[in-house]
């Protein structure tokens, strides 16, 4: 599946945006299941989005190490 960059740039932020909701909403429910599953749901998404930024951080900061070694090599 091939989406646009844009909301591929954007999937982590949306990620833990819905993770924060989720859990604001834990929190404002008053009733008996529905706070325990947005609980479980929001940290989850919330965990899913950091986890998904940090790798793409983690990624480009090698791939931008990679390219300024090789081009070094050429010089």
Not at 33 to 53: D, E, I
Not at 62 to 68: G, L, N, R, T, V
Request: hydrophobic letters at 50%; aromatic letters at 14%.
């Amino acid at each position: 599946m091939w989406i646009s960059r844009p909301v591929y740039e954007f999937l982590p932020y949306l990620y833990m945006l819905v993770g924060a909701v989720l859990l604001t909403a834990a929190w404002m429910v008053q009733a008996q299941v529905w706070p325990s599953l947005f609980l479980a749901l929001g940290a989850l998404s919330l965990m899913g989005g950091l986890v998904l930024w940090l790798r793409r951080k983690d990624y480009r900061t090698k791939q931008a190490e990679y390219d300024s070694h090789s081009l070094d090599d050429k010089i």
